[in-house]
């Protein structure tokens, strides 16, 4: 088991930055593909960046590059979400998630396991 503990998130104006932290427990940190998601309201569970074991390759959702940097610490268990120019629309609760699997995959049940997720609420 892998134990996930989301922080970070805040209430924010448009432009502003946040860094999101998820802190993971449990098994060896550096064995997992890290990745965050995001949902808003009423709407579905959706991919927001993903890293790969060692840190050295990551992916973005297009709604989110060049805005947003994913980053690990393996040495302190931890992953981050750099979020820059915030829009309204980034508002939802956002969710760290480890995949034992291989680094690419998108989807949420490609995800083994969840954080219990971090509002972030973007004013304009």
């Known amino acids: 088991q892998v134990q996930l503990v989301e922080s970070g998130g805040g209430l924010v104006q448009a432009g502003d930055s946040l860094r999101l932290s998820c802190a993971a427990s449990g098994r060896t940190f550096s064995n997992y593909v890290m990745g965050w998601f995001r949902q808003a309201p009423g709407k579905e569970r959706e991919f927001v960046a993903a890293?790969?074991?060692?840190?050295?390759?990551?992916n973005y959702a297009d709604s989110v590059k060049g805005r947003f940097t994913i980053s690990r610490d393996n040495a302190k268990n931890t992953v981050y979400l750099q979020m820059n120019s915030l829009k309204p629309e980034d508002t939802a609760v956002y969710y760290c998630?480890?995949?034992?699997?291989?680094?690419?995959?998108?989807?949420?049940?490609?995800?083994?396991?969840w954080g219990q997720g971090t509002q972030v609420t973007v004013s304009s």
């Open positions: 998630a480890a995949r034992g699997g291989l680094f690419g995959m998108t989807t949420i049940t490609h995800y083994d396991y």
């Open positions: 890293i790969s074991r060692g840190g050295s390759t990551t």
